[in-house]
């Protein structure tokens, strides 16, 4: 579905991915790991056309095998403003969004829609909740309704687990194995090991620099995750700025 080709994105001159290769295959469930700071974000939101490619020094490409109708993003939890006095329901029906756009109505299917995505995960009667009355583990029930709602054939995860009690990771890491068997392709940035090697049949282990990527038995070895932790012990943050690319 996605194919990269030595591709590297920076921020103010300094690398934050470096000569990326390999493909996404559409229907993979694909865990992107990797220490702290090793670019994982980073490449969730180059795929997602968050990041402004056209500014600052990158090389190699990120191209598109084969067109994508829908695309979904889920943000880390610590960038959704709770503050913004949103309710839940209307929060997930904002998933509808990319099917109605500015000047359209929402009918009653949607509304049904919406209804239906909060049942699945859980919330049925917390529908008029404003997002800041929420439990962390909550609110990602309610990202990932919207989520549900969206229909999308790609669906990129940022840490969606990270500051979520257990029951509601077994919940949700149901609804990726749905998708999966749905053969939409789910891309997710993950912290857990064993949690990876027990739902995630493919990995890309990163370090800044591609490790490893392929099946996860054959990523997640001692010797990959041993080289990802000392590539990350070597970086240097004060190193000379890179050449823009050409």
Partial sequence: MIAL??????????????????????????????????????????????????????AGSLQWIQPCKR???????????????????DCVLLGCWGHVGAFSGVDAVMHAQVDGALDAVGLQGLERRTLGSLSSGQLQRVLFARLL?????????????????SKTTASLLGLIARWHQQQRT??????????????????????????????????????????SRAMAQAWDEDAALCERAA
């Avoid at 030595?6 to 790991?33: D, E, K, M």
């Avoid at 739902?199 to 995750?225: C, D, I, K, S, Y």
């Fill in 71 to 89: 695309m979904a993003y889920l943000p880390q939890l610590s960038e959704v403003d709770r503050a913004f006095p949103l309710t839940v329901h």
């Fill in 5 to 58: 080709n030595n591709f590297t994105f920076s921020y103010q001159q300094h690398p934050a991915l470096h000569h990326i290769s390999g493909r996404f295959a559409r229907g993979s469930l694909t865990a992107v790991i990797g220490p702290n700071g090793s670019g994982k974000s980073t490449l969730l939101k180059s795929l997602a056309g968050l990041l402004p490619l056209q500014h600052g020094p990158h």
């Fill in 186 to 227: 789910v891309i997710a940035v993950l912290h857990d090991d064993a949690q990876v090697r027990q739902h995630f049949p493919q990995t890309l282990l990163l370090a800044r620099e591609m490790v490893a990527w392929g099946p996860t038995p054959e990523v997640l070895t001692e010797v990959n995750l041993a080289c």
């Fill in 149 to 165: 709602v969206q229909d999308a054939d790609l669906i990129l995860l940022d840490e969606p687990f990270n500051a979520v009690d």
